[in-house]
């Protein structure tokens, strides 16, 4: 059940309206969404339904047995590699096979395993991170161990951020959920645009430029250099749309339950620096890798050196955790020296972080295309189409321009780039949820009348989900 | 709480509503784009609006009909005894918008006695033609009208099919179109005044033909390189076609009383909207000529026998008058290449031809009965 499918409409009309009566009666709410998430997971398969079942009530016990356990390292170990656990095999087996047969076949050898048959289930990572947060905090003593069972269950499976985050801390979603459920004016109505503004994101804009560039990537082989050039910026701003776009549907989805979530963007592309880039992008991941990976690794506290190799592990097994493909991990490991460099190099230069306009926009040109670079191997099917993408970019000087083919995807591109940067800088999205409510309805109109009008025929599945 | 939030959401989807009522009135008609599938509708509507005389007759039909037919000499042949013969055949008119219009005609030209509706055997293979058909029948809906059973083609999983209950949906492309090309769309919309006027008794006429082009089969004539404008055109026309070669499957097997749901429902729907067309002569079903491309290699073997399974017991019951030339341009088997300048059109000789032939059935069949 996708955000943007009819299915996930009339179940949330239905969640929503049933939601309201039981407000005032906690634990029947706390049931009722419970249900409605074991629902919406189940609905893309029942069969796995077992899975997040189990993953819930292995935490909790783990989290109660911290009371009073004497050997609580051997808690916390047993909780995180029953939770890698799962997740290796589901996510990451096969990727370990191919590997290793990959491996046998370069050193001679005609030993070959056989690939394991099974399916990814539909938000392993996100759910998976955010149970072991729980076992995590309850260990160094910063969360006391939830009692109720049905509690802890609804924090694992809460459906508006199931499948694709944003990752949610188990101490901000108790938080929430011990407090009264109850709406304000002002909360509904940002709320809504959030969802409005969610839905046009990703049915408007990320399948525009998925229309657009999706047929490049699907021919590398044929496709001129300029297109290529093009494709790569429209994936840019297409995984942003996209994943953003979900994101304040979720947000949306989940304040109108009365659950406020942490923010998990801040206009990404503004970003003058890496370090600046990943306190905006997928917020919520880099915090639970910078508190649950980066800081357990040593962090900062141990030397430049070793600084330095904890921002690369730690980078490197972000890319990892998005897929089990040695293109992920190549993401990850550019992130990770683009921070490293930063610190090292970039940093040192004399004026580079200077507050003078044209070393900012400067900053930001270096920051914006390195990032861009990285999306070639995010986006590319393997690793030979990420070179052939490489290939085509090392023919641009030579190559001509269409450009009567590629003028509108170019000026696509610019008023992407222009709306990012003005959402960026005069927050429309707070101020339109604040607004009278003239504004606010001409808003949400114009929002509905972009989606019955420019949504292409062309649906790209939400780029997360598979994650 | 409760007045708050169906406010916030009630007068959007009230704007909403009132939008689709604007829609469905056809204001948005002026702005369509020339080259839009609306647009020929609209064009059509402009010309029979321009035209004060009693339309008698009118020939409805594709595009295969606007090339096939040499609609001046149709419309002299009328006027010869007395009667005015309109053409509104419009490329990618199908079924869906022959019998929308014919409703629409009702209202708007209650003279309308009768006519020829050109369409060909391809036509009656499936129930409709494609979304971008709903474009076509807008213009000739009202505010709560369903002319050519419009809603039926609703489909809740297809997106594109939304136009069929909203008519928001159904301008999305002009839209689309109006913020890409905001200034080219000024002067376009000048020429649709002007220049793009639908030509009620005349049509265009193709000089060129296929016969330097190895024309037997699609394969070969995908994998010739053209050398000038027409070949080009007519050699894209094989490699679009291409890939439906050999798809079309075999029908020569098909039990009239056990057919399978989808032709049941294509033979019952045909025959439902031949026998309710209400003109006062039945209407002259031409069944255009079409290349052996089609005959061979893209429609079902048996096609033929099937449009007559739909269409003689219409023909029996004296709700149609049917003409099948379907074969006309074949000689030993091969279709001419001479008479048409690409897989689906005839040129000015194919229109000359086959309207040499039709002239006497039509002055027969229609205006001396």
């Known amino acids: 059940m996708n955000f943007n499918s009819w299915q996930f409409v009339v179940f949330f009309l239905v969640v929503f309206a049933l939601s309201a009566p039981l407000k005032r009666h906690s634990t029947a709410h706390k049931w009722w969404l419970l249900a409605a998430s074991y629902v919406f997971y189940g609905s893309w398969n029942w069969h796995y339904l077992g899975l997040i079942v189990f993953s819930t009530v292995f935490d909790y016990w783990i989290g109660r047995r911290f009371r009073d356990s004497q050997r609580p390292r051997r808690l916390i170990a047993l909780s995180v590699i029953a939770n890698l656990g799962v997740l290796a095999f589901f996510k990451y087996a096969n990727f370990a096979i191919a590997s290793a047969n990959w491996s046998l076949a370069a050193f001679g050898s005609s030993v070959q395993f056989h690939a394991i048959d099974v399916l990814l289930p539909v938000g392993i990572s996100f759910y998976t991170f955010q149970s072991m947060s729980y076992t995590i905090d309850v260990y160094r003593g ?45 909360q509904i109505a940002y709320a809504l645009i959030l969802i409005a503004f969610g839905y046009v994101k990703k049915m408007v804009f990320a399948d525009s430029l998925a229309a657009a560039a999706d047929p490049v990537w699907n021919q590398l082989a044929t496709a001129d250099p300029w297109a290529v050039l093009l494709a790569v910026y429209a994936f840019a701003f297409q995984i942003y749309f996209d994943f953003s776009g979900y994101t304040d549907i979720a947000i949306g989805v989940a304040m109108l339950f009365g659950f406020q979530f942490p923010k998990n963007f801040n206009y990404p592309y503004l970003a003058t620096s890496f370090q600046e880039f990943w306190r905006r992008w997928h917020m919520t991941l880099s915090r639970w890798l910078r508190d649950y990976l980066y800081i357990a690794l040593g962090g900062n506290r141990r030397g430049p050196g070793l600084t330095y190799v904890n921002l690369m592990l730690t980078m490197l097994l972000g890319g990892l955790w998005h897929g089990a493909s040695w293109n992920f991990v190549i993401w990850g490991a550019l992130h990770g020296s683009y921070l490293v460099g930063e610190r090292l190099l970039l940093n040192r230069i004399p004026g580079w972080q200077s507050d003078w306009l044209p070393m900012r926009l400067l900053r930001w040109f270096v920051t914006f295309n390195l990032i861009c670079f990285a999306w070639i191997f995010f986006r590319a099917d393997d690793f030979a189409s990420s070179l052939l993408v490489l290939s085509k970019l090392g023919t641009l000087a030579t190559a001509t321009y269409d450009a009567q083919a590629w003028s509108a995807l170019s000026i696509a591109l610019l008023a992407f780039a222009s709306a990012h940067w003005l959402g960026g800088r005069f927050d429309i999205k707070q101020k339109l949820g604040a607004a009278a409510m003239p504004v606010h309805v001409a808003a949400t109109t114009v929002a509905l009348l972009m989606l019955i009008w420019f949504t292409p025929d062309y649906s790209a599945p939400f780029i997360y989900f598979q994650f | 709480m409760l007045r708050f939030v169906l406010t916030r959401i009630g007068l959007p989807l009230l704007a909403l509503l009132l939008l689709e009522g604007a829609f469905r009135s056809n204001w948005w008609e002026r702005f369509a784009a020339p080259n839009s599938h609306a647009s020929i509708s609209i064009r059509v509507k402009q010309a ?192 679009d076609l291409l890939v439906g070669a050999g798809m079309g499957g075999d029908w020569t ?47 079902p073997r048996g096609i033929r026998a099937w449009a007559h399974t739909i269409l003689d017991p219409l023909v029996a019951d004296g709700s149609i008058r049917l003409l099948d030339y379907s074969d006309f341009f074949d000689v030993a088997g091969h279709t001419r290449c001479d008479v048409f300048w690409d897989s689906y059109h005839q040129n000015a000789k194919g229109m000359g031809e086959l309207t040499d032939a039709l002239l006497p059935e039509i002055e027969r069949q229609l205006y001396a009965p």
């Open chain 2, 253 to 299: 097997q098909l039990d009239p009383s056990a057919l399978p749901a989808d032709r049941q429902r294509v033979l019952d729907q045909r025959q439902r909207e031949l026998r309710g067309i209400g003109w006062k002569q039945p209407p002259l079903v031409i069944l255009l000529p079409v290349t052996e491309h089609w005959s061979r290699e893209l429609l």
């Open chain 1, 142 to 186: 910063d969360l006391k161990a939830r009692d109720s069972l049905l509690d802890y269950a609804l924090f694992v499976a809460f459906f508006p951020q199931l499948v694709a985050g944003p990752i949610v801390r188990a101490v901000e979603f108790f938080r929430e959920l011990d407090q009264p459920r109850h709406f304000t004016q002002k």
């Open chain 2, 48 to 239: 029979l609006a321009a035209e004060p005389r009693r339309i008698d007759f009118v020939t409805l039909g594709s595009s295969r009909a606007v090339y096939g037919l040499d609609h001046a000499r149709i419309a002299a042949l009328a006027a010869n005894h007395g009667l005015v013969h309109a053409n509104l055949s419009m490329p990618g008119s199908h079924w869906m918008s022959v019998i929308a219009v014919i409703d629409w005609l009702r209202s708007a030209r209650p003279g309308v006695q009768g006519g020829i509706i050109a369409l060909s055997i391809s036509d009656l293979k499936m129930i409709g033609n494609g979304n971008y058909e709903l474009a076509i029948v807008r213009p000739f809906q009202s505010l709560v009208s369903d002319r050519g059973g419009l809603s039926q083609r609703f489909d809740w999983r297809d997106p594109g099919s939304f136009g069929a209950i909203s008519a928001l949906y159904q301008y999305r492309r002009d839209l689309q179109d109006a913020v890409r090309h905001p200034l080219r769309r000024g002067a376009d919309i000048g020429w649709l005044a002007s220049l793009g006027r639908h030509q009620l008794f005349a049509g265009p006429k193709q000089p060129a033909d296929t016969c330097a082009l190895p024309w037997q089969t699609l394969a070969s004539c995908s994998a010739w390189q053209p050398v000038n404008a027409d070949q080009t055109h007519a050699v894209q026309v094989c490699r």
